[in-house]
């Protein structure tokens, strides 16, 4: 079954950087968009940000300026850099890849990094 693996997390200083990928463990069609979302312990999953297969990025409010989404579609493969990091965005980051064609929809998830950030 494929998965997304995602690398990357780690602890960090507030106002530090990280750099997390994520890449297919086999071949997805139809890719519709690839993305990354997180959970804090006791919040809900929550958007981070999206990239569409024609290159278009959405944000997460609190990530606009800070966050900078990439990707290659044909690779399966995506990346969130992150500056100016603040505690609050301690969470575990998850990749996600949307497989769409018509009425069909398959999500493909990976494991989740943990992100740290320290005050």
């Known amino acids: 079954q494929v998965q997304m693996v995602e690398s990357g997390g780690g602890l960090v200083q507030t106002g530090g950087s990280l750099r997390l990928s994520c890449v297919s463990s086999g071949t997805i069609a139809s890719i519709a968009h690839m993305g990354w979302y997180r959970q804090a312990p006791g919040k809900q999953r929550e958007l981070v940000a999206v990239i569409t297969s024609g290159g278009s990025t959405n944000y997460g409010d609190s990530m606009k300026g800070r966050f900078t989404i990439s990707g290659d579609i044909a690779a399966i493969t995506v990346y969130l850099q992150m500056s100016s990091l603040k505690p609050e965005d301690t969470a575990v980051y998850y990749c996600?890849?949307?497989?769409?064609?018509?009425?069909?929809?398959?999500?493909?998830w990976g494991q989740g990094t943990q992100v740290t950030v320290s005050s």
């Open positions: 996600n890849v949307v497989s769409s064609s018509g009425r069909y929809r398959r999500d493909y």
